[in-house]
């Protein structure tokens, strides 16, 4: 069965320093997401992704974000100095096209970790 | 604004059926979801209500009202394989997800 991956699975940085972290939507999909879920609380739609571009994003994703995909598989999330507070479990999905079913899939996440 | 209500905790006996209550106030609504997931793990995708009434799938049942802004999931014949956190999330009218903060369910023997 088709599946959402990501990687590092863990990520520990140094506040400051860029991270990106990566993931494979599968492979049919045509609209991305990335959702943080910091420790012990919600899971927070950060931003969406579609044809090539943002579609919607929230307030947490500021300019310290972007996301990118650079081929025809990979979608990436780059948070360019990063701060305590972004210590979180980051979780790609992806879903079909407009017309098909609504159901996001998620990757395993990844765990970041800045100290 | 968005607003999903979850209980925080539930505890039922492996074997049993628990009714896992959500309510929400969106300001668009497009379908209501649910998820589980343990613990350090991906949510899962369980069932999707966009219409008023019973989705059943397996001993997993979804109800929605959207009149009163309220769904319910059900767990029949729990096994301890079920103990998670169970996610209710809308779709608002934009494409994204918003979630609730979740059901620890623990199942018990």
């Known amino acids: 069965e088709p599946e959402v991956t990501q990687t590092p699975s863990h990520q520990v940085t140094q506040m400051g320093q860029e991270v990106i972290l990566r993931c494979v939507p599968i492979?049919?999909?045509?609209?991305f997401y990335w959702y943080r879920q910091i420790l012990g609380q919600k899971v927070e739609f950060l931003v969406s992704f579609y044809n090539n571009e943002i579609s919607e994003k929230s307030e947490i994703f500021d300019d310290q974000f972007s996301v990118e995909r650079p081929d025809g598989s990979n979608f990436t999330l780059k948070i360019r100095s990063t701060k305590l507070e972004d210590s979180a479990m980051y979780f790609c999905a992806s879903r079909a096209d407009r017309g098909g079913p609504y159901e996001q899939y998620f990757g395993p996440g990844t765990r970041l970790t800045v100290t | 604004g968005q607003n999903i209500d979850q209980p925080t905790e539930m505890t039922a006996t492996e074997g049993a059926i628990v009714q896992i209550n959500c309510t929400y106030q969106?300001?668009?609504?497009?379908?209501l979801f649910w998820y589980q997931q343990h613990a350090g793990e991906a949510p899962t995708f369980l069932s999707y209500n966009v219409l008023d009434g019973l989705e059943e799938k397996g001993r997993f049942s979804s109800f929605l009202s959207r009149s009163k802004g309220y769904s319910y999931l059900l767990l029949k014949e729990l096994q301890m394989k079920d103990s998670a956190s169970y996610l209710c999330a809308v779709y608002s009218g934009a494409n994204n997800l918003f979630f609730g903060t979740g059901t620890r369910l623990t199942v018990i023997p």
């Open positions: 969106t300001s668009g609504f497009n379908g």
């Open positions: 492979s049919n999909h045509l609209y």
